[in-house]
Every structure is written in C-alpha cells, then in structure tokens.
DNA sequence: CCTACCGATCGGTAGG
DNA sequence: CCTACCGATCGGTAGG
C-alpha cells in the first residue's frame, strides 16, 4: 500500500529527470546511466521501476499529451463564448500547458520522432486531432464571419507551430511570463484573424 | 585537380545523405555506417573523406546557415522597399529555403544542438543574428507607422517559429507549394501587424 | 537497489 | 575504398 504510493513517487522522478534529460540532450544521446545518476543510484537499478528506457518515453509523452488534451476540451465545449474568445482562450491553455512544465512538453512536440512504429504513429494521431480542435475553432469563426476567409489548416499551422516553437526559448527566470506571452500572441493572431473594416 | 572535383561531389553525396539521415532518425541516432550505407560503402571508408561524423553535422550546419544568411541580406538591403514588401519578401525567402532542401534546413533547425559546446554557441549567436535581421524590419515598420506597435521581438519569433515550423509538415510531393504557403503565410502576418481603421 | 555481466553496436584507426 | 580491429559504451538481464 505504502509500497505503491513510494512507487509511484519514484517513477514520477524518474520521468521528471527523464524529461530534463531529453530536453537537454534528446533521447537517443540519453543513456539510462544518465537517468540513474541524476537520482543517485546505478543504471541498472532503474529496471527495478520501468521495463525499458523507450517506456520511460512512452510515459512522458502520453503524461504530457493529455495535458494539452484536457486543457483543449474544457474550452472547446464551452459553446457560450465567441470564437475570438474561445481561440484566445485556447492560446493561453497552450502556453500554460507549455510553460508549466517545459520538459515534459518538449519531450511531447520532439522527441516523439524516436518511438517505435507504433507508438509514433498513435502520437500522429493524437496530434493531428488537436490540431483539428484549431481549425475548427478557426472555421467556427469563419461562419459567423466574425473570422476573415483564410486557409482555415494553413492558419491553424501557423498558430500552432508558433505556440510549440515557446518550448524552444522560454526560460522560467526571465522577465516575460506566460501571461503576458498569452495576451501578446492572442492579439496577434486574433488580429490577424479579424476581417478588414474594407471587406465589409 | 580531377580529384579534387571528384571528392568535392562525393563529399556532397555524404552530406546529403547525411542530411536525409539526421532529418528521419535525429543526429545522435544516424550511425557512420548508416551514412556509409546509403552510398554503398563501408563505415569505415567515410574517413577517406570526412575527419569525423560532427564534421558532417557542421557542414551541413554552417551551409544551410549561410543559405538563411544570403537570403535575408539581399533583401533587407533593398531599401526602396516598403516594410511590408521586405517583409513579405523575406517570409518567401525563408519558405523558399526551408522547402527547397528540407533535410539540410531541419538539420541546421533542430540538431545544431548536438554539436560540441563552441560550435553550438557560434550556431546560437547566426541565429540570433538571424532573428535581429526579422525584429529591426519590424521596428522599421512602427517608425513609419506601417505596422502597430506590438512587442517587435515577440512578434519576430511567433513568424520565425511559425516559418520554422514548415519544415516539420511540408510534403514536396503535396498540393501545397511553397509559393501558395509564402502567400498565405505574408497575408497573415502583414495583417496582424497592420494598425487597424479605427486606432488612427 | 546492488554487483557482475551479456552481446551488440558505437566512432574511429591502421595498414594496405 | 577495403578488411580487420580497437576501446568505450550502449540497453538490458541474472541473481541476490
């Protein structure tokens, strides 16, 4: 019972330094020794609490994309607000998500390549799905023209690289805060979604 | 003097297949004998032309490097341009570089940081040279109230992640080409950073 | 969680 | 460009 909890505790550390790891170095220049040292105790060890070093992978990746998952989902469904509203809110999840535990997160958007056919082929997916919840907000607001007529995939592309890309150079200890990245790239591309006063 | 041709043409071969390589399974994951496989020769005859498999990695680094480079300097010279033409000019530019050899631009976009801690920080202070030629054409822009005043160095990386972000989705056999997605690409942020009707 | 160990593979060299 | 080979390190197992 005890046992369990411990357990679960360690294989959390485990994945957390794990993830430090990937980011620093990417997976395949990791060596499970790397992952043990970090926790004090000898590679082999480690095989005491994941079955291979891919699992450890495995795990971070599915933690980290049910977090964008669940952040997406509570706002997609949230059929009261407009799409400009629904779309910044979905920014800020992402950035919130992205932020809140940049290696995880990296491991997520990068790291994923180094899967087994399998496994990188259901992250496909699960990606691709979220990337849809961004083009259908985007031709939501197209409906109501609250949106201009753009390229509905193009642009949810743009926004979404542009989201990840924060995983590269966000740096806790600096000035700029998710917030305030939030509130900028939401006034960006909400302009840049808003028709001209001309069009109409 | 035929030699020095024939190695300089082999030494392409390598790195092109190098590039394919680190593109599909990541730097640390190519082996010498993958490369050495895709020109049918054994591993250990690459040392007949390479001194060691990061020379290969900065090769192809530093050639795609200067690739970005020359592209943006010639335009950001043209200064009988409006702001929003450079601009334009250079999004097509980057697209048309990233699209035009996508093995060697993921290369030098994503495992440039495998590379030994001095080249990597010379990687580092291109890119952010890069990047400065992208935030002063914007703050050229606020001067002459061509463009809104939104944060100049934020608004530069969610376009350079965004345009970055292509080599990780782009498909050479698609329907989209790069022309199509430099259009579409320009419009987007040309309009996000136009000041609107009812601010003047 | 440890020590001791496994076969496989790595980047690279010697000598032709 | 080849064969033969090097020491180092890899992910992982056995047995405690």
């Given at each position: 019972m005890v046992e369990t909890r411990?357990?679960?505790?360690?294989?959390?550390?485990?994945?957390?330094?794990?993830?430090?790891?990937?980011?620093?170095?990417?997976?395949?220049?990791t060596s499970v020794r790397d992952i043990a040292g970090r926790l004090n105790i000898q590679g082999a060890s480690l095989y005491a609490h994941v079955a291979s070093k891919e699992d450890?992978?495995?795990?971070?990746?599915?933690r980290s994309a049910a977090r964008f998952r669940e952040a997406a989902d509570?706002?997609?469904?949230?059929s009261d607000l407009t799409s400009a509203a629904r779309l910044r809110a979905m920014i800020r999840a992402h950035i919130e998500v992205v932020t809140s535990d940049l290696g995880s997160a990296?491991?997520?958007?990068d790291e994923?390549?180094?899967?087994s056919d399998g496994r990188r082929a259901h992250v496909m997916e699960q990606r691709d799905a979220y990337e849809h919840g961004f083009r259908r907000l985007i031709e939501a607001g197209q409906a109501t023209k609250e949106f201009a007529p753009v390229d509905p995939a193009l642009t949810a592309r743009a926004i979404l690289d542009a989201l990840n890309g924060i995983a590269g150079w966000y740096r806790p200890s600096g000035e700029l805060k998710p917030d305030e990245?939030?509130?900028?790239y939401g006034q960006l591309f909400i302009h840049a979604?808003?028709?001209?006063?001309?069009q109409r």
């Open positions: 411990t357990d679960t505790r360690r294989r959390q550390q485990i994945e957390d330094a794990a993830s430090a790891l990937f980011r620093e170095r990417g997976y395949a220049a450890v992978l495995w795990s971070i990746v599915q509570s706002i997609i469904q949230q990296t491991v997520f958007l994923w390549r180094c899967l990245i939030a509130h900028q979604l808003t028709p001209q006063e001309t």
